[in-house]
């Protein structure tokens, strides 16, 4: 076994500790990796807070993990000792439902296993990115492809795979009108993919305070969603609206935003349901849909498309011990763009 520093909460809203764990000996197809940096989601504190239920404590969260390559196993094949590479949101899974046979692991019919806050087939939890090293099975490591710096490339392995899956299958790109609800740590990055993919981009925010910001990220307009005029100006507009915000939207308000077969796809998660009138959908043929992050495949790609378009999140690397401020800064909005835990800190 391998013993590690991390930082776990013992309880829900429990504040952070540090203590030590043990990750697993390696397996034949195991890659053991000294983790660099681990991105702040913002579901790690839903997790943390239990706000969904079934919280497994203590909890080390982190799903945004990026760092190097220090053993491998004697089965494994992509990857040696030295290599820059992540981990995202899960870390198992069947291998042989026909979802993951297409590359789609997040829609695994036994069920992924979630990179923390899990239990894996074998019966031991899963403890995530807030750790000095973690032990993953080969299949679910990516390669950080050079061009990308480790502590900006952290944030991809979650927002960056959640916004660029929706955008390729709802097929963004030249000609398309895409508009991303909210500004924050997933709609900026989503702002820069759909403009890299040639989609002309519309931010939808609640005021126009980072207006100047989503511009130089690549939008071609910038609308505040509390001007009611915004509402009437954009009717029938959009193909695709990609809502990153967790709050609740008005949902008949931005259904009108879309023209006949738009889709109104929902990344961010509430904590109410939604409501809408279905006359919003069936007069123009308008679609509802959802979408969690992609598979391992999927997340390679998108990795080099980052690295080949010079897409980079924006972030804010923080010591070990600010992981709690910085946790009650997400709450506030106090960030552009997303937190990045400097793991040498710990």
């Known amino acids: 076994m391998c013993k590690t520093h991390v930082l776990s909460v013992p309880s829900p809203k429990a504040l952070f500790e540090k203590t030590t764990i043990e990750r697993r000996e390696l397996r034949p197809d195991d890659v053991l990796i000294d983790i660099k940096f681990s991105g702040i989601c913002h579901s790690d504190i839903h997790y943390a807070h239990d706000e969904w239920g079934g919280g497994i404590f203590p909890m080390v969260p982190g799903h945004e993990i990026v760092g190097v390559v220090t053993a491998i196993g004697p089965q494994v094949t992509k990857f040696t000792v030295g290599d820059r590479v992540g981990v995202g949101c899960f870390v198992n899974s069947c291998g042989e439902c026909e979802y993951c046979l297409n590359g789609e692991e997040q829609f695994c019919t036994k069920g992924y296993v979630a990179t923390y806050n899990a239990i894996d087939y074998d019966g031991t939890p899963t403890y995530g990115g807030y750790s000095q090293k973690i032990v993953v099975k080969e299949r679910f490591v990516v390669r950080i492809p050079d061009a990308l710096e480790l502590d900006v490339a952290s944030p991809l392995l979650c927002a960056g795979i959640t916004t660029y899956s929706p955008l390729k299958k709802w097929n963004a790109g030249p000609g398309k009108q895409v508009a991303i609800v909210g500004m924050g740590g997933l709609g900026h990055v989503a702002v820069q993919f759909a403009h890299a993919l040639g989609a002309e981009v519309t931010v939808l925010s609640q005021s126009l305070s980072k207006k ?31 809502n990153t915000v967790s709050a609740n939207l008005k949902v008949d308000a931005y259904l009108s935003l879309l023209r006949v077969d738009g889709t109104l796809v929902n990344l961010g998660v509430s904590s109410q349901p939604d409501e809408y009138h279905v006359f919003s959908l069936i007069t123009q043929r308008r679609s509802i849909s959802g979408s969690i992050v992609g598979g391992i495949r999927e997340t390679q790609e998108m990795l080099d498309f980052s690295a080949k378009n010079g897409i980079a999140p924006k972030i804010e690397v923080i010591r070990a011990d600010q992981v709690d401020e910085a946790h009650e800064r997400i709450l506030r909005n106090d960030v552009r763009y997303r937190f990045v835990i400097d793991m040498s800190t710990l």
């Open 212 to 242: 100047d910001e989503a511009l130089s990220m690549g939008a071609d307009h910038y609308f505040a969603t509390s001007d009611p005029d915004t509402f009437t100006q954009l009717t029938n507009r959009f193909d695709l609206i990609l």
